[in-house]
C-alpha cells in the first residue's frame, strides 16, 4: 500500500519563502503524476501543481511565478517550494499521487502566512 507523507509547513511572514516536501513509500513512484493542493477553511480543496511522470508541470495561475514543483524519483519524493507567499496562500497543503488504478493523499500540512 502506498503511503504519502508530506513536511516542511510552518508559519511565515508575508513575501517569505517555504518548501514542502511529500515522500512516497513504494516503487512506483517515477511513473506517476504527483500533485500539490490545497485547501483553505470554508473553502473548496484546489489544485495548486501537477508534475508527471516525464516532468511535465503546470500550474494554478494563482501561483504561477511563485511555486516551482519538483520531483527527485530517486528518493521518491516531490518539492513544493513556495516564494514571494501572501496571506491567501495560508491553507493546508495535500500531495497526491495519481495512477491507473486510484489516487492517494498524504494527510496534509499546514502553512499559514501572516500579513
Known amino acids: 500500500q502506498v503511503q504519502l507523507v508530506e513536511s516542511g509547513g510552518g508559519l511565515v511572514q508575508a513575501g517569505g519563502s517555504l518548501r514542502l516536501s511529500c515522500v512516497a513509500s513504494?516503487?512506483?513512484?517515477?511513473?506517476?503524476?504527483m500533485s500539490w493542493h490545497r485547501q483553505a477553511p470554508g473553502k473548496q480543496r484546489e489544485l495548486v501543481a501537477f508534475?508527471?511522470?516525464?516532468?511535465?508541470?503546470n500550474y494554478a495561475d494563482s501561483v504561477k511565478g511563485r511555486f516551482t514543483i519538483s520531483r527527485d524519483n530517486a528518493k521518491s519524493t516531490v518539492y513544493l517550494q513556495m516564494n514571494s507567499l501572501k496571506p491567501e496562500d495560508t491553507a493546508v497543503y495535500y500531495c497526491?499521487?495519481?495512477?491507473?488504478?486510484?489516487?492517494?493523499w498524504g494527510q496534509g500540512t499546514q502553512v499559514t502566512v501572516s500579513s
Open positions: 508534475i508527471s511522470g516525464g516532468g511535465t508541470t
Open positions: 513504494g516503487s512506483i513512484f517515477s511513473m506517476n503524476t
Open positions: 497526491k499521487l495519481s495512477r491507473a488504478v486510484g489516487t492517494t
